[in-house]
């Protein structure tokens, strides 16, 4: 490809030029394709799935108790005794896969968190079936209190010491959470068009796209992790964030590239200077968390002024879910700020949600998430597919002069059949490759090390031949 064509190739999103490196790929014939381009877990946690799909067999049988009158249709479950059928449904079914991991997903549900058996069950089995409307729309009663537990060991609550609680909203994934999050951010005054936010970097590309669609018109101020000090932040990097005109500061943690989680002393430096400036937003995305030790996030050092989005896409192997969650601290700035917005923008917010409550001005910042998610006249139908929700329960200068920086991740696809993806979409050093290890088999990656010293070798040859 020449550069002109990949320089036009440059101006695009890293996921729009996956498609053109496979379009390349699969016309190269010597090698077999091998896509490492776009994050997608090639693992799937099967134990939660087994539970959900028996837990759907028993839901059918409740169903079709209560409405077997026609043939191929059935009812709404009926609480009273569903404890013993299920209990029946268990013993009978004993040596079927899954039906033990059901067995001991809900005794840990009644033992740990001493919920109703009835009220429970009632839930998981309407909520599987699918036959209503969220209710609550937020997240369903008993499903909220275990995610939200599930949460807090992983974010890292208990090494945090934290204080207050959070409140959940079950969304589509981390994508779907960081629209509403922008959305309702705009639409509550928090951000406004000219405003500058800040992103730590590299980062998701999207994080870096999105703030400058003409819909936020935003403007950026990057916080650049140094690779020669672990990807962690600088001093002087961190220090940024006292700007007064900084109104938000966006991350990824661990970054994604390059999979490295912030330290505790980066933590605590971002956590005291939110502690200064109690109107700094933070919003922390906190997917890869899972996959770390003693994993600590932003959301627990600074909850007051934390939006926390986690998706289980990743650690679960489950992007066809479209799983995740926004977590609010119950006690937020957010509020607070709402609060002590000026009359004549209270005012604009009262018509913008009286509709839904009898106290527009009282309405959480998290109602205001669910509300606008659903342009607000649509809250009545807002939130997550109760399925869903139940299935989460249970988861150098020559270079740069001669070549774009695209070039080799073109070479990769057009030679040798590989999909990459340019590691400077998401804001990380102009000339790296983003190979996703999720996606691939240990033998694969040999395979593309090899490839890899072979374009290496190319480069180095047209050096040689340019002197």
């Not at 002069?401 to 590989?418: H, M, S, T």
Request: proline share 4%; net charge negative.
């Amino acid at each position: 490809m020449k550069k002109q064509e990949e320089e036009k190739l440059a101006k695009l999103s890293p996921f729009e030029v996956k498609n053109k490196l496979i379009e390349l790929a699969q016309n190269q014939h010597q090698y077999s394709m091998i896509n490492a381009g776009r994050g997608n877990p090639d693992w799937v946690a099967i134990k939660p799935r087994a539970a959900f799909f028996q837990l759907g067999i028993f839901a059918l049988e409740e169903s079709k108790r209560t409405f077997s009158g026609y043939e191929g249709f059935g009812g709404i479950a009926q609480k009273d005794g569903i404890s013993q059928r299920f209990e029946a449904f268990i013993a009978k079914n004993k040596n079927t896969e899954g039906v033990d991991y059901l067995k001991s997903y809900f005794d840990f549900a009644i033992s740990h968190y001493h919920m109703h058996k009835e009220e429970l069950l009632l839930e998981w089995v309407n909520g599987i079936i699918g036959d209503n409307y969220p209710v609550p729309d937020r997240m369903l009663t008993h499903s909220e209190i275990i995610v939200r537990a599930y949460l807090m060991q992983e974010m890292g609550a208990k090494n945090a010491q934290l204080k207050g609680s959070f409140d959940i909203f079950a969304v589509e994934g981390g994508t779907a959470a960081m629209v509403y999050i922008f959305n309702s951010l705009k639409a509550n005054k928090f951000l406004n068009a000219g405003d500058t936010i800040a992103i730590g970097a590299p980062i998701f590309t999207p994080y870096i796209e999105m703030p400058e669609l003409k819909d936020y018109d935003l403007n950026l101020v990057e916080i650049n992790s140094d690779e020669n000090n672990g990807w962690q932040y600088p001093d002087s990097e961190i220090e940024k964030l006292k700007d007064p005109k900084i109104k938000a500061f966006f991350l990824v943690n661990p970054m994604n590239p390059p999979s490295v989680k912030l330290s505790e002393d980066s933590l605590n430096k971002i956590a005291a200077i939110a502690k200064e400036r109690k109107d700094l937003i933070l919003l922390t995305d906190d997917v890869y968390g899972t996959f770390t030790e003693n994993f600590t996030s932003l959301a627990m050092k600074a909850p007051e002024q934390t939006i926390l989005v986690y998706s289980y896409s990743k650690y679960f192997g489950a992007t066809g879910w479209r799983l995740g969650a926004i977590a609010l601290h119950k006690d937020n700035m957010f509020d607070k700020f709402l609060a002590n917005l000026p009359q004549n923008e209270k005012a604009e917010l009262y018509e913008r949600y009286k509709a839904m409550s009898m106290n527009p001005e009282g309405v959480k910042m998290i109602d205001r998430f669910v509300a606008d998610s659903r342009a607000v006249a649509l809250n009545h139908t807002a939130g997550l597919s109760t399925p869903q929700q139940i299935q989460m329960v249970m988861f150098s200068k020559w270079m740069q002069e001669n070549y774009n920086a695209l070039d080799p991740v073109i070479r990769f696809a057009q030679e040798k059949g590989v999909i990459a993806m340019p590691g400077g979409g998401f804001d990380g050093p102009q000339w790296t490759l983003r190979f996703s290890l999720a996606n691939s088999s240990a033998e694969t990656f040999s395979e593309v090390k090899k490839l890899g010293y072979e374009i290496l070798e190319e480069y180095y040859q047209e050096f040689l031949a340019s002197k």
